[in-house]
Nanobody, 120 residues
Framework: QVQLVESGGGLVQAGGSLRLSCAASGRTFSSYAMGWFRQAPGKERDFVAA????????YYADSVKGRFTISRGNAKNTVYLQMNSLEPEDTAVYYC?????????????WGQGTQVTVSS
């Protein structure tokens, strides 16, 4: 059974930092792109960042470029999201995702989500 388990969310003041982690299990993820999406209350789930199966390519939403960094563990089944200079607009539930090949807006696997709240 495939599982993606996020951790690292919480409450932080504006300008602060958080690091999200996602551990994937249940299959080999070496050929899977992994990424992060987020959903704020009353809004749709939006793409945040993705990393290729090799870790050699990364992609970011314009709203987080220069502030967030996605990376992948050596075993390829862990993905991280370093979030710096957080803003209240970053408040959302953050979801880890995995998709074979390249990341899409409808990935094969989702995590259960972790809440990030940024206070002003």
């Amino acid at each position: 059974q495939v599982q993606l388990v996020e951790s690292g969310g919480g409450l932080v003041q504006a300008g602060g930092s958080l690091r999200l982690s996602c551990a994937a299990s249940g299959r080999t993820f070496s050929s899977y792109a992994m990424g992060w999406f987020r959903q704020a209350p009353g809004k749709e789930r939006d793409f945040v960042a993705a990393i290729s199966w090799s870790g050699g390519s990364t992609y970011y939403a314009d709203s987080v470029k220069g502030r967030f960094t996605i990376s992948r563990g050596n075993a390829k089944n862990t993905v991280y999201l370093q979030m710096n200079s957080l803003e209240p607009e970053d408040t959302a539930v953050y979801y880890c995702a995995a998709n074979e090949g390249v990341m899409t807006t409808a990935p094969h696997y989702w995590g259960q989500g972790t809440q990030v709240t940024v206070s002003s």
